[in-house]
C-alpha cells in the first residue's frame, strides 16, 4: 500500500482535499483527530497536559480548554515543544495501529505539522497542499474568528511554504475553487491506484 502524507500550511485547504479523496475511495487518516482523542478526559494525555499546565486547562465539564492550551502554546516555544514532545510520539503510534488494518491501493494521511515534526518513516510520498498566504488568512479568519495578529502568530510557528515545497513530491493548488481542486485529486487519485511513485504537480 502506498502511504501519502498530505500537509500544507494552516487555511490551505488540507480538510477539503482530504475529502475529495475520501470521496473517490481513499482511505483516510487524520493526525488531528487522534490528537483530539489522545487528550479526551482520562487520555494518559490528557492527564500529562493538565499536570502540567495545571487546572486552568480544565473546562466546567471536565473537558480541555483547547482555545486557552492553544494560546499557551503559541505564545511560548518551550511550552509548545512540551506538548509536541508528548502527542507526537503517541500519534504516529496509532496512525501505524490504522495503517495495520488497512487494505487499499493507498492511503492518505493528513499531518498538518508534518514538515515542522518530520519522523513519520512510514510514508511513502509527500503531497503538499499549496496556497497563498492572502487566501490562508483568509480562510482562517473566516473559520476561526481570529484577528489578523492571531493568524500571523500561527502562521510563524509554521514552516514557510518555500521549505514545505521543497519537500513535496506532489502539490496540489488551492488557490480557485473545488471545480478546480477535483481534476487535481483526480489525476493524482489515479497515480497512487496505481502505485506510481514520479514526482508530480498537477498544474
Same mark, same amino acid.
Given at each position: 500500500?502506498?502511504?501519502?502524507? %498530505? ?23 487524520? *493526525?488531528?483527530?487522534? *490528537? ?23 473546562? +466546567? ?7 486557552? %492550551? &492553544? ?9 509548545? &515543544?512540551?506538548?509536541?514532545? =508528548?502527542? #507526537? ?5 496509532? @496512525? ?17 505539522? =508534518?514538515?515542522?515534526?518530520? *519522523? ?14 492572502? #487566501?490562508? @488568512?483568509?480562510?482562517v ?10 493568524? #500571523?502568530?500561527?502562521l510563524?510557528?509554521q ?6 515545497? +521543497?519537500?513535496?513530491?506532489?502539490v ?5 475553487d473545488?471545480?478546480? =481542486? ?22
Open positions: 500500500m502506498l502511504v501519502i502524507g %498530505l500537509t500544507g500550511g494552516i487555511g490551505s485547504g488540507k480538510s477539503t482535499v482530504a475529502a475529495l479523496f475520501e470521496k473517490l475511495g481513499a482511505p483516510i487518516i487524520d *493526525a488531528d483527530v487522534i *490528537a483530539r482523542q489522545l487528550t479526551q478526559p482520562h487520555q494518559p494525555a490528557f492527564t500529562r497536559i493538565i499536570e502540567h499546565f495545571g487546572d486552568k486547562l480544565t473546562q +466546567s465539564d471536565g473537558s480541555l480548554n483547547r482555545r486557552l %492550551l &492553544r494560546q499557551l502554546i503559541f505564545a511560548d516555544t518551550t511550552q509548545r &515543544r512540551w506538548l509536541e514532545s =508528548l502527542l #507526537h510520539p503517541l500519534i504516529r503510534e496509532c @496512525i501505524q495501529a490504522q495503517l495495520n488494518k488497512l487494505n487499499a491501493p493507498y492511503c492518505l494521511i493528513v499531518i498538518p505539522l =508534518l514538515v515542522e515534526t518530520g *519522523a513519520y518513516p512510514f510514508l511513502d510520498r509527500i503531497l503538499v497542499v499549496d496556497t497563498l498566504k492572502e #487566501h490562508q @488568512i483568509a480562510r479568519a473566516a473559520r476561526d474568528r481570529l484577528s489578523v495578529q492571531d493568524i #500571523h502568530t500561527l510563524q510557528t514552516a514557510n511554504r518555500e521549505l514545505r515545497l +521543497s519537500l513535496a513530491d506532489d496540489i493548488h488551492n488557490d480557485h473545488l471545480t478546480d =481542486l477535483m481534476p487535481q485529486v483526480m489525476r493524482l487519485h489515479e497515480q497512487y491506484a496505481q502505485n506510481k511513485t514520479a514526482p508530480t504537480t498537477t498544474k
